[in-house]
């Protein structure tokens, strides 16, 4: 596939993703390397959807290190009892968080995080291996809608791994 998406001009997020999942999987088919594909699922995800943040944390040395990303410096490492990131890893569940002052624990990485909403990434075994993590610069800005799509996208990794 070419380096390239479609994307629909609309604002409805069931067809954005329903037109972006499969253009992902295209993309990733083939590239064994876990970095590269994290990064342009990110940056796919960035500009389809104009989010405030999009990335990636990974499990590593016991806890959630920052992996590929797009959008401003975020926290390098979060322990998986903290915030909506250690949450939903420890949980092993998607969490939709509609204002994030009112999340307990929740991480302000950055004071223009409104909203946000992490899904877990499972390996072949059915082990949390990272979380995908998006946030918004607006108060509850995800739906069921974009849980499902995001988490037909941290599916389409898991059978990369």
Known sequence: MAETLFIPQT???QAIYDSLVPQLAALVAGETDMVANLANIAAALKEAFGFFWVGFYLNKENQ????????PVACTRIAFSKGVCGAAYTRGETIVVPDV???PGHIACSSASKSEIVV????????VQMVLDVDSDQLNDFTETDASGLEQIARLITGLY
Not at 64 to 71: D, K
Not at 120 to 127: I, L, M
């Open 64 to 71: 959630l290190v920052l992996g590929p990303f797009q959008g």
């Open 120 to 127: 877990p990434v499972f390996d072949q075994a059915g082990q």
């Open 101 to 103: 002052e009112e999340f």
């Open 11 to 13: 604002t409805d997020r």
